[in-house]
């Protein structure tokens, strides 16, 4: 029960809104575009609660990195269970050109100032499908090409959430009440130790082509001359 979670909770730009190049090419649109909790995340966030719930960890804690908005986001995992918040303050320019090894640092920071047991992450790499904590350990079923591995390891650990390890639960109207009150520190990178500087550069960011309607064809023969002419074989 001593186990402390740390959950990253992103906020991005809601999955049913559709995406807008901005026209100079230099990144999305994104003033007065609805924004939300990354979905996976959101998976992280009840993963994390479930854990509590069943008395395996004692505490849930939501970080998000970026502007005030973020907040808004820290709160909606507030919402759902988390006990208390941390945004890690980053806008203007840096927030534009903030990546992912600049995040991960910032994490790997906090956790270690928290001296957090495990945490947990929307989907990157681990794909977990079902979590169980037994003690200083961790067992993570994860999906692979072809099946389900099972792994045990010791904590602190990092896992990141598949689609199915859970669905998360609404934030009932009680619940966003109570969120409203629970604690939300704010400290920046520089605090942490950690140096925002990018060592990516984005050239240009275009929308994907437009695919091409489809042919129907009546026979195999069609089919193959169709492939022929389009230089497919």
């Given amino acids: ?12 730009i809601d999955y049913a809104v559709k995406i807008r190049v901005k026209p100079d090419n230099t990144g ?8 939300s909790m990354n979905p996976f995340c959101e ?17 849930v804690v939501a970080v998000s990195c970026g502007p005030q908005q973020v907040q808004e986001t820290i709160r909606t995992a507030l919402a759902m269970g988390a006990d208390r918040g941390i945004h890690v303050e980053v806008s203007g320019k840096d927030y ?25 992450l929307g989907k990157q790499g681990t794909f977990a499908s079902e979590v169980t904590i037994d003690g200083d350990k961790i067992k993570v079923i994860r999906e692979i090409d072809g099946g389900l591995e099972t792994i045990k390891i ?8 598949d689609l ?11 619940n966003i009440m109570k969120a409203k009150k629970k604690k939300i520190a704010s400290v920046k990178p520089g605090e942490l130790g950690v140096d925002l500087t990018s060592r990516l550069e984005v050239l240009r960011v275009e929308e994907p082509a437009q695919r091409q309607a489809g042919v129907k064809v009546e026979t ?3 089919l193959v001359g169709k492939l022929k002419e389009a230089g497919r074989i």
Wanted: charged share 30%; glycine share 4%.
């Fill in 154 to 161: 010791n904590m602190p650990a990092v896992v990141t959430a």
């Fill in 28 to 35: 999305v649109v994104t003033d007065g575009v609805k924004h």
């Fill in 96 to 120: 534009d050109t903030l990546g992912p090894l600049q995040v991960s640092k910032i994490l790997a920071a906090l956790a270690k100032k928290e001296e957090a047991s495990l945490v947990i």
């Fill in 220 to 222: 195999v023969e069609d």
């Fill in 164 to 174: 199915r390890l859970n669905t998360p639960r609404y934030a009932t109207l009680p």
């Fill in 43 to 59: 998976i992280a966030v009840e993963e994390a609660v479930r854990l509590k719930e069943k008395k395996l960890v004692k505490e």
């Fill in 1 to 12: 029960m001593a186990a402390r979670v740390l959950v990253g909770v992103k906020r991005v």
